[in-house]
């Protein structure tokens, strides 16, 4: 991969989830490259060197367009037209095999709502960072707007605690 990426110096090194931040410096400084992320990072996980902020619907290094995963700016997936894909961090992911949204237990509609909107996108490939699993096919994004999303055990652990949450929101 090295010797690949060499020969092609990538120009920018784009992070699209706070906590996946590891070695955006590592690559800003071998290949002179832009890094752009986050406008929020975790205390104990901060880039080491400085990223320009990127937002949903910015135009981005490379003809990437930035998207919104519906979550709250926690990520921000793009689209890469002249590949036909679309990258994710965490939004989607890889569990044995199969393409999964990832839980969002406050609120599962929106997330799946805006990622459908997607699907207008010309697009063949969607990569994900999680699972065994990286590179998927459309047909793939499609069915996993189609099923429940996966939880993690530290997630279902968690939903207990959204009980009082989830009758704040039902109407009086």
């Known amino acids: 991969m090295w010797e690949w990426l060499d020969r092609r110096p ?5 992070v699209l989830k706070p906590d996946h931040v590891r070695d955006v410096g590592y690559f800003a400084r071998r290949y002179g490259a832009r890094a752009l992320g986050p406008r929020r990072f975790f205390r ?3 880039p080491d060197v400085p990223l320009e902020p990127v937002y949903p619907g910015m135009d981005l290094p490379g003809n990437l367009l ?3 995963d519906g979550r709250g700016g926690g990520e921000t997936p793009v689209w ?3 590949a036909r894909a679309l990258v994710f961090a965490d939004a989607l992911t890889d569990q044995d095999g199969t393409l999964r949204l990832w839980s969002t237990p406050w609120d599962e509609e929106t997330p799946r709502r805006i990622l459908a909107r997607w699907l207008q996108l010309p697009f063949d490939v969607v990569v994900v960072s999680h699972g065994m699993r990286a590179v998927y096919d459309r047909s793939a994004y499609e069915r996993a707007l189609e099923q429940p999303p996966w939880q993690s055990d530290q997630l279902k652990a968690w939903l207990p605690n959204l009980a009082r949450y989830h009758g704040l929101l039902q109407p009086s």
């Not at 990538?10 to 784009?14: E, I, K, S």
């Open 44 to 46: 104990d996980d901060l």
């Open 66 to 68: 930035a998207l919104d």
């Open 80 to 82: 890469v037209p002249g």
């Open 10 to 14: 990538p120009t920018a090194a784009v």
